[in-house]
């Protein structure tokens, strides 16, 4: 059996990731030669993109590079040193870091326990802090439970992507400071959206990031994950029951041996050189455009975004700033996932969420114009017209003209 060429169409990609990519980076992605994982140009790239990440990431970390793949592998080996029967605090407040928690209760749980449920493990020795959806991990909740479970490790997500929330980063690193705590967080949704540098953050040991999401290099490339040095002599000591994801073996491609970069990398696995084409020219853009810049952006745009939702009645309850998370005017509530699939069937790429309650959720990825936003607006406000929404277009041209303000006016 022999399927037709397979073909992909052209969508809105107004989602929570993945966002567009940038037409430099899939040129860099089909321009790059065919050159092995040991070839001069391919480690040189490597070594660059280690740089930049660096900075990307404003850190001095050493331990700071690419994990092949998505997201969750950076995730994966940022949680490789954790092991069974170590306590663990983990808050959640949606679908992903529910995911990172389950991972956690996975890498934690104990061999009776993983055998007792091996796809949903219930480790004693972590403690799950649930907190509501449409809510953030705050500093009250931060600081109680970590001072009542006194774990060796503590886990939160910066953005809660599930549920369009930012959690209290500052809060959950002088916490994990003060208490001596390893702190891991989950910064898929955060990395070249938000204006943050980890180093800023001492009380955080681990983090991880995706290709996808705010560094806008989809093409199966590098999930960025950084690492202090106080996180690698931990793994130095209990290692991790993984190859692949062992961050200091990881390490040693992108040229970072024993605490030091060197001059080259050695063999953990084949990288491609087309990926690292890519990653390394979206690294650029990310440098050349700022951080400061992207996200003061970024902020503007979900301010207008937001903006024209209320005004067609919708009630947003996120405080991200690269995804709206709204509830559909009173006339439609109930509705959501319908209003989601008409707008999905006619390429306009928005999402629902993934977990209770059902909600709808609109991201502006790499679509940082006012064209992109304006579009967005006007096909949202067709459909909700299309399922009976009524709303007056005079308050939402008010809020689209706020895109003409400069971004300082914000
Ligand atoms: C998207 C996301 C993930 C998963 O990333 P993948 O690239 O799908 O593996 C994990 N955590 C958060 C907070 C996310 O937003």
Redesign the pocket.
Known sequence: MMYEKLAIPNTLAAG??PGNTDPRVLEQFAKAGIADHMQPDVLRGMKECKVMLREVWGTTNVYTFGVA?????G?DAMISAVKPGDKVVAFVNGT??G??ALSLRMKAATEEELGANPLDPDAKSVKIINVPHGQSVNKETIESCINDHQPKWAFM?H???GSGRVNDLRAFSDTCEKYGVLGLV?A??SLGVGDFRIDDYPGVVAWAS????GICCLPLTY?PVSFSDKYIDVLKTGGARSFVHNPILEARHWAIIDGSDVDKGSYHRTHSAYAVAAFHEALRLTLQEGISNRAAKYAKFEKVLSGAFRAMGCDVTSNMTSLVVLNLPKNLSGREMEFVQHCRSDNFGIWPTLSEPVQIRVGILNLLNDKAISEIIERFGIALKELGGQFDDNLVSLEIDRLSRPIAAE
Do not use: H
């Open positions: 929570p990731g793949g998505t997201g969750w592998s995730l992903f870091s995911i990172d997500a953005y809660e992507t989950d898929v949704s995706c290709p996808q999401k999930a």
